[in-house]
């Protein structure tokens, strides 16, 4: 059993890693902007090019500097995709894993806080990142919550990966 929650905490630590360093891009790609603003102070468009596939982004100075904010929907939109990720890996593989170990039925292996991580992700999934009253019944994660608002950033992120990380090393099935 060990071996199991061994592994799948690894595989947490892993997808952590994977979202700071995409993180840190968003970090980058921000400072970059900022850099070319002072040499190009009428830049009103970010654009982004990407040669192999002939595809072009573009989106207006104003747009792209909301977006890129902590708050913004770039963070936000890649703090749910990580959240999601985590819950599947909890529901899809280990959840089963542990079941097949202790030989009982997947819904017999529970756990509060990926529940209530379920219940975060049908709000990104199932209402595109929109308040549902599911999220109401967080006790845990409550800080997840700004008044009718996800608040998905590297910060809420982090917290939630140190909860994850403390939670998988305490488990006992």
Known sequence: ???ILDRFNNEIKNLYTIYKFNVYG????????????????DLN?????????KYELSVSKQEFE???QEDG????????VFLV???QLWEDKYRDEI?????IKKNDVMNDLFGEIRKIRQAIVHNNFGYTSELNKLKILDFVINGNKLNLNS???SKIFLMLDAEVKSMKF
């Open 66 to 68: 909301n977006d890129i």
């Open 1 to 3: 059993m060990q071996n």
């Open 45 to 53: 468009q970010f654009v982004l090019r990407d040669d192999n596939f």
């Open 73 to 80: 929907q770039y963070f936000t939109k890649l703090s749910g």
């Open 85 to 87: 990720s985590l819950y």
């Open 26 to 41: 968003l970090y980058l790609i921000k400072q970059k902007w900022q850099e070319s603003l002072i040499t190009k102070p």
């Open 99 to 103: 079941a097949r170990h202790r030989k």
């Open 155 to 157: 910060a809420t992120m």
